[in-house]
C-alpha cells in the first residue's frame, strides 16, 4: 500500500512540474530504496529477537588451529543472528596449549554467552577440554561423561612432567577461570596437579558444572534465566527455553584446516614432501618437486610452524646424501648416512613438547604407531633403492663380453659403408672388412669406443 501511495505521489508531481521534476523524482526514488533496503535488512534481526535463537557448534576432535577457526566463526554466526548463546559440544582428548588459550580468549571476549556442554553420554573434556569448559560461562555435562587429566605428560614415554614452572602456571590458569565464574577451585587445581579425573555426577556435586543434562533441549531448559558476565563486565540473563536450535558447521576453510591440523595427517604430510622432493631431484621433470614442495607446506601448516632446526637439518643433510649417493655411486658410506639421517629425524618429529600440548595418552600411542609404520616404509623403501645402487655400481664391466657375440645386421656393411647391427636388443654402430648383407648374423671380433667390428657368420 505505502509502495502504491509513492508512485501516486510521484504521477501527481510529473504531471504537475513536468519534465523539470525528473531530478526530484530519482531523489525521492533514491530515498524509497535506501528505506525499503534498510526495512529489509533489519528484519532478520527483528525476527532473531522474537523467535529466540541458539547456535549449536561441535567440538569433537583434538583441540588445534582449526577449533580455533570454527569457534570463532560459530560466535561470529551467533552474533549475526542475534543468538541467545552459543552452545559448544565436547568431546576431545586435548590438543594444542595455544590453541586452548585462544580459544579462552575468545570465550572471555565474547558478548554471547558460551555454554559447554560434554555431550554425547561418555565423552570427555580431557586436558585442553577441561581448560575451555572452566572458562565458559555454563558448563553443563552429559550423564557419564568425564572431565579433567590435565596434567602434561614427556613424550615419548608418558611420564608425568614435574617441572614446577609449567605445572604452576597451568594450575594457577585454571583456577583464576573458575574462579571467575564461581566454580571449585581446589578440584581444578587437582585437574593439573594430581592429573584428577571426575563424572558429570561429581563435578556437578562439587561445583565444577552447573548443570548435568542428557540433549540439547534440556540444557536449553536448564540454563534458562541464568545471569553471566559477558565481556565488557556486562551481566545478561539467558533466555533458551523453546529457543531454535541452528547447528553451525564449519566452512570448507576449516575443514580443509582441521584435516591439515590432525598431527597424523600434518606429520605423513610433512614426511612425505621432504622424501618427495628428495626422489623428484633424482628423476626427471619437476613433478616430483612441485608435489613433494606442496605437501611439505601443508604439512608445516599442519604442524603450525613448530618443526625444530635440528630436526629440519638432520632431513635436508639426509636428502642430501642420498642425493650424492645416486649420483655417483661406489662411496657405500654417503648413502646408509643419509637412510640413518632420514630415519632419525623422522623420529625425532614425534617428540611433543608439554609446554605446547595437553592430550591424552591413548590418543597419543595413535600417534606414535603412524610415525613408526611410516618411517619403517620410507626406511625400507630407501634401503631396497641403495642396494640397487650398490648392485649396479658393482657389476662387472660389460666391454669384454662384447666379443665372440653374435648380432644381426640392420643394414648392409662392409669395407666402406658402416652400418648397424643388433645386439641384445640395442642398435650399434658396425664395421667390417667383408660385405655383410641385411637380416645377416654376424659376430663381434672387436670394439673401437662405440663401434663394433664384425664378421660374418655362417647360419648352419
Not at 120 to 146: C, D, E, N, Q, R
Not at 413 to 434: C, M, N, Q, Y
Request: aromatic share 8%.
Amino acid at each position: 500500500m505505502n509502495l502504491l501511495l509513492f508512485l501516486q505521489l510521484l504521477n501527481v508531481q510529473k504531471e504537475k512540474h513536468g519534465r523539470g521534476f525528473c531530478a526530484s523524482r530519482l531523489l525521492f526514488f533514491l530515498i524509497f530504496i535506501s528505506l525499503l533496503v534498510q526495512l529489509l535488512s533489519s528484519t532478520p534481526l527483528a525476527l532473531g529477537l522474537d523467535n529466540k535463537v541458539v547456535v549449536v557448534c561441535k567440538l569433537d576432535t583434538v583441540v588445534n588451529a582449526a577449533a580455533v577457526e570454527l569457534i570463532d566463526e560459530g560466535l561470529n554466526e551467533a552474533r549475526n543472528v542475534g543468538a541467545a548463546a552459543l552452545v559448544l559440544l565436547i568431546d576431545t582428548p586435548g590438543g594444542l596449549l595455544d590453541a586452548t588459550f585462544d580459544i579462552v580468549r575468545l570465550i572471555e571476549r565474547s558478548t554471547i554467552p558460551v555454554v559447554s556442554f560434554v555431550y554425547p553420554k561418555g565423552a570427555t573434556a580431557w586436558s585442553a577440554g577441561a581448560f575451555i569448559v572452566l572458562a565458559s560461562h555454563v558448563a553443563v555435562m552429559a550423564p557419564y561423561s568425564i572431565i579433567g587429566s590435565s596434567q602434561p605428560r614427556g613424550y615419548p614415554f608418558g611420564e608425568l612432567v614435574e617441572d614446577p614452572k609449567l605445572i604452576n602456571s597451568l594450575t594457577e590458569f585454571l583456577v583464576q577461570r573458575a574462579k571467575m565464574h564461581g566454580r571449585n577451585e581446589t578440584l581444578a587445581g587437582k585437574f593439573v596437579t594430581e592429573n584428577l579425573n571426575i563424572d558429570a555426577e561429581a563435578a556437578k556435586d562439587h561445583g565444577v558444572v552447573e548443570a548435568v543434562a542428557s540433549t540439547i533441549e534440556e540444557v536449553l531448559d536448564v540454563v534458562d534465566g541464568m545471569s553471566v558476565e559477558v565481556a565488557e563486565k556486562e551481566w545478561i540473563s539467558i533466555q533458551t527455553r523453546n529457543a531454535e536450535i541452528s547447528h553451525y558447521g564449519p566452512t570448507i576453510r576449516v575443514q580443509a584446516l582441521r584435516i591439515i591440523s590432525n598431527p597424523n595427517v600434518a606429520y605423513i604430510l610433512f614426511i612425505l614432501g621432504v622424501w618427495g622432493i628428495i626422489f623428484g631431484f633424482l628423476t626427471t621433470g619437476f613433478e616430483g618437486e612441485i608435489i613433494g614442495s606442496v605437501l611439505l607446506i601443508l604439512g608445516l601448516i599442519g604442524l603450525g610452524f613448530y618443526v625444530d632446526l635440528l630436526v629440519m637439518i638432520l632431513l635436508i643433510l639426509g636428502g642430501i646424501l642420498i642425493y650424492v649417493e645416486m649420483r655417483e655411486p661406489g662411496l657405500q658410506f654417503l648413502g646408509p648416512a643419509g637412510v640413518f639421517c632420514l630415519l632419525a629425524g623422522s623420529l625425532l618429529l614425534l617428540r611433543l613438547d608439554p609446554s605446547r600440548w595437553l592430550i591424552s595418552p591413548q590418543w597419543y600411542m595413535f600417534l606414535v604407531i603412524t610415525v613408526l609404520s611410516l618411517t619403517a616404509i620410507l626406511g625400507g623403501f630407501s634401503i631396497l633403492v641403495l642396494y640397487k645402487v650398490f648392485k649396479s655400481a658393482t657389476k662387472k664391466t660389460a666391454v669384454l663380453e662384447f666379443i665372440e657375440e653374435v648380432g644381426r645386421a640392420i643394414d648392409e656393411i662392409g669395407p666402406d659403408k658402416d652400418g648397424f647391427v643388433r645386439f641384445h636388443g640395442e642398435l650399434w654402430k658396425a664395421r667390417s672388412h667383408t660385405t655383410i648383407n641385411p637380416g645377416q648374423k654376424v659376430r663381434i671380433v672387436a670394439k673401437e669406443g662405440l663401434t663394433l667390428i664384425v664378421e660374418p657368420l655362417e647360419e648352419s
